[in-house]
């Protein structure tokens, strides 16, 4: 079946830091792929995605590009802020007659000054 | 703030009791999906509705049940609660059924916790 691997956390960094957090995922198909951010004591919300192969998911100055040939959607971030302190949490879905979301075990971000 | 609502945000039950979660979906979403986000096992997919009816199943025990009503909110019932029953539900809600990248909007959840 599908799974999502996330490199293991936390992880801890000053500010402006260079961030970088690995996935890699196993699917039978061609899937979408994000990354989403939970910040404490709230719900999940979606950072960025990609649909297709060399699509580079952005936002927030957040970045991921979907490499095929490597099964993978690393998340970067040339500047790491305090207020980046978050889980995020890869994920990908196959679509088709459902659209779950299968995650990966999620990354704790700790930013500090 | 997702547009999505859900209803208590914590429950705290005793074990065999039985509880139901409410999902309002954003306005104009058809799709109401359920996660469990546990530490043991993470987050994981429940179940999906799609315009009243059940379009996919995950990992959702026989103990749980869930709906989707013609108002397009979500209940998940969960009975014959055990302590590992513990945990952070989600609901999430998407335009349509499920096309390449659609986007999921979360709920905030409801902490539920089984004594």
């Known amino acids: 079946g599908d799974s999502v691997t996330q490199m293991e956390g936390p992880v801890t960094l000053s500010e402006e830091a260079f961030l970088t957090i690995n996935c890699t995922y196993t699917?039978?198909?061609?899937?979408?792929l994000f990354w989403y951010v939970q910040y404490p004591g709230e719900g999940l919300q979606l950072l960025l995605k990609?649909?297709?192969?060399?699509d580079k998911g952005s936002n927030k100055g957040f970045e991921a590009t979907y490499r095929k040939e490597t099964t993978s959607f690393h998340l970067e971030k040339g500047s790491v802020q305090v207020s980046d302190s978050a889980v995020y949490f890869c994920?990908?879905?196959?679509?088709?007659?459902?659209?779950?979301?299968?995650f990966g075990t999620g990354t704790q971000l700790k930013v500090e000054l | 703030d997702s547009g999505v609502t859900q209803t208590p945000k914590h429950l705290i039950t005793a074990t065999g009791q039985r509880v139901t979660l409410r999902c309002s979906p954003r306005?104009?979403?058809?799709?109401v999906y359920w996660y469990q986000q546990s530490l043991d096992q993470g987050l994981q997919f429940l179940i999906q509705?799609?315009?009243?009816?059940?379009?996919a199943k995950g990992n959702i025990l026989e103990r749980f049940s869930a709906q989707q009503f013609p108002d397009l909110h979500s209940e998940l019932n969960l009975s014959s609660l055990e302590l590992g029953d513990s945990a952070l539900y989600f609901c999430?809600?998407?335009?349509?059924?499920?096309?390449?990248?659609?986007?999921?909007?979360f709920g905030p959840g409801t902490r539920l916790l089984v004594l």
């Open positions: 990609a649909t297709k192969a060399d």
């Open positions: 509705y799609y315009n009243g009816e059940e379009r």
């Open positions: 994920a990908l879905s196959e679509g088709g007659g459902g659209n779950k979301l299968t």
């Open positions: 699917a039978t198909g061609y899937p979408s």
């Open positions: 306005s104009g979403d058809l799709s």
């Open positions: 999430a809600s998407s335009v349509l059924a499920g096309g390449p990248g659609e986007t999921q909007y």
